[in-house]
């Protein structure tokens, strides 16, 4: 780490959870994030703030103009730029010495497993059920260290899945993967600064990860309604007969 390294991350040094060894994890490590909308916008800026060495986005959309209420990373001038650019972009601009790699698509199959493994986590920031199962199906494969987060209207959740470690449950042991989804932004609305908030606690619970600060989120579900600006914290338990982290997957 070099002076100027030290100057740039220097209030975050002298915290004793993270000191010089913490912060030269964080410029080490390898960070995936699925989606860089509502969540992986702030989520993606701080944590390029803090100095994660590198970050491989993923998303296949383009910036709409409903998108500026909420997806930071984004601004009017972006309207019809891939997602990825654009967020590629401002990630550079608050921090060019990281690594910022960007693929416009969706992540799936073989692809997703190969970035799972090559990830020290990885953010799911996705609007979807469909990817959410996926992502969390290859970070069990690969067990690797999983943040998911979500937000509607004026409510956000937040959980850490650590697959292989403390007993750790998975997104599918919290969420059936059958069934219709109904609930997203697109019909049902969602506030912009729930978003923030969400996005910012996986930067956070993504920082603590990497550099084995406190204690994470694993085994709980962090709900927060904005309404009445009320947080819960759920207890989650590993469930034996999870499809896919289950004692009949093993």
């Known amino acids: 780490m070099n002076d100027h390294q030290l100057l740039r991350y220097s209030r975050q040094i002298m915290l004793p959870q993270i000191d010089i060894a913490g912060q030269q994890k964080l410029l080490d490590a390898k960070v995936l994030i699925v989606g860089v909308g509502g969540l992986g916008s702030p989520a993606s800026m701080y944590l390029a703030a803090a100095g994660v060495g590198q ?3 993923y998303d ?3 910036v709409d103009l409903t998108n500026l209420q909420r997806q ?6 972006d309207i019809g730029l891939d997602k990825v650019i ?3 972009q401002t990630l550079e601009k608050i921090n060019p010495e990281i690594n910022i790699i960007a693929h416009k698509q969706r992540l799936s ?9 090559k990830a020290d986590v990885v953010l799911d920031c996705s609007d979807n059920f469909a990817t959410r199962f996926a992502v969390n199906q290859a970070c069990v494969a690969r067990q690797t260290p999983l943040v998911s987060g ?4 004026f409510e956000g959740q937040v ?7 403390n007993n750790s449950p998975c997104y599918n042991c919290l969420y059936q993967s059958d069934g219709e989804e109904l609930q997203n932004c697109a019909r049902n609305g969602v506030i912009a600064p729930i978003t923030g908030i969400v996005g910012s606690i996986q930067a956070l619970e993504t920082i603590k990860l990497i550099t084995d600060a406190g204690k994470t989120l694993t085994g709980r579900l962090l709900l927060l309604d904005g309404l009445s600006m009320e947080w819960h914290s759920m207890r989650l338990n590993k469930n034996p007969s999870c499809p896919t982290c289950g004692d009949c997957q093993r």
């Open 55 to 57: 970050m491989t986005i």
């Open 60 to 62: 296949d959309d383009q």
């Open 72 to 77: 930071i990373a984004h601004n009017t001038c």
């Open 86 to 88: 654009s967020t590629q």
């Open 109 to 117: 199959g073989q692809k997703l497993l190969e970035e799972v493994m």
């Open 150 to 153: 979500a937000a509607i209207r």
């Open 159 to 165: 959980s850490v899945f650590t697959p292989g470690r």
